[in-house]
């Protein structure tokens, strides 16, 4: 898993969906609407930033659960639009 990737995410996780005195500590797999980390609204936000931050374009067929549902799953997506171009949808949800 690409490391600075899911530094940059947690970084916005931490700075805009957890309350600021936040003792639990969440790990990449640790599905993010199950935590209460994100919801609907949240994740409209998230892949904002994602798009913003790694130049991506995603398309609303990839606006999935599975794909954004943990920091883990938004990395491996990421990394996979990465290689497919921006302007292509993922055909297959990537998976650990």
Request: hydrophobic share 40%; aromatic share 10%; proline share 5%.
């Amino acid at each position: 898993m690409d490391e600075n990737v899911s530094e940059v995410l947690w970084e916005f996780l931490r700075e805009n969906c957890l309350p600021r005195q936040c003792d639990v500590v969440y790990g990449d797999d640790d599905n993010l609407f199950e935590a209460g980390i994100i919801d609907s609204a949240g994740v409209l936000a998230f892949v904002a930033f994602i798009e913003g931050v790694y130049g991506l374009s995603i398309p609303d067929e990839d606006l999935l659960p599975e794909n954004f549902k943990s920091v883990a799953t938004a990395t491996r997506y990421i990394g996979a639009r990465r290689r497919a171009g921006s302007g292509a949808a993922v055909s297959e949800p990537p998976h650990a």
